[in-house]
């Protein structure tokens, strides 16, 4: 949560190439060992504006892709605090821990995939959830920034505990269970 290039906006990616390929497929592969919902490249140090995602819905039905220089547009949030069970959520650049977050119920998105094609995604719930966390990365906010003034003490609290909020500090998915 200390690293500089988690606080600083991402730059767009100017061209696809093998070496874009190869992140997207690492950044697969780490959000699936870790695991999460999602992955922004800024979460394994590359400051460009990209993330993956993956999440199986209630019908069991697989939804998974990467956007590219994504866009967000999101209909107002609804006013009143977070449901704590219903919209508690976690990263994976604050692993272990979740904490209630009101967020838009539902949000398009816009963007080029892999093969340079045009993505548009308009979604709710929790895919709409998952759009907007990521793409807060890709400008340098973490869901932590955006806590109530309590839980955000809070946080502060565990981040001394555990040594986190500096830069270098880290987890590697698969090796170190922060998640469990």
């Given at each position: 949560m200390g690293d500089p290039?988690?606080?600083s906006p991402a730059s767009p990616v100017d061209e696809i190439t093998d070496d874009i390929r190869v992140l997207v497929a690492d950044m697969f592969e780490t959000m699936d060992i870790a695991p999460g919902v999602g992955l922004a490249a800024p979460q394994v140090g590359?400051?460009?504006?990209?993330?993956?995602?993956?999440?199986?819905?209630?019908?069991?039905?697989?939804?998974?892709?990467?956007i590219i220089n994504p866009e967000l547009w999101m209909v107002p949030l609804e006013p009143g605090e977070p449901d704590d069970e219903l919209e508690s959520e976690g990263c994976l650049s604050f692993p272990g821990e979740r904490f209630p977050l009101r967020r838009s119920e539902r949000v398009r998105v816009t963007g080029i995939d892999l093969e340079g094609a045009p993505v548009e995604i308009a979604v709710d719930g929790w895919r709409a959830r998952i759009m907007q966390h990521e793409f807060d990365h890709l400008d340098g906010i973490l869901y932590i920034d955006r806590l109530s003034d309590g839980d955000w003490k809070i946080v502060q609290k565990i981040a001394k505990k555990r040594g986190w909020g500096k830069p270098g500090a880290n987890w590697m998915p698969g090796v170190d269970d922060l998640e469990g």
């Open positions: 290039v988690l606080h590359v400051p460009l504006r990209l993330y993956t995602y993956s999440y199986v819905d209630d019908d069991d039905q697989p939804w998974r892709g990467v």
